[in-house]
């Protein structure tokens, strides 16, 4: 059984394979994934926060 990782997989389909379209649309996909994640953990922290006055 094999498994390849997401980045290690966009890299081999953008450079060692010259295929850029195949290595770009995955990278997109985990940019969005990790974009998401992002807002929602910031989502959840400013409702945590509590500002003393």
């Known amino acids: ?4 990782v997401l980045v290690y997989y966009v890299f ?3 450079f060692e394979f ?3 379209g195949y290595g770009s649309t995955p990278a ?3 940019l969005s994934f990790v974009m998401l994640l992002t807002l ?4 959840l922290c ?8």
């Open 1 to 4: 059984m094999s498994a390849t």
């Open 12 to 14: 081999q389909q953008a």
């Open 18 to 20: 010259n295929h850029i």
């Open 28 to 30: 997109l996909m985990l």
């Open 40 to 43: 929602l953990q910031w989502q």
């Open 46 to 53: 400013r409702k945590r926060v509590f500002h003393e006055q």
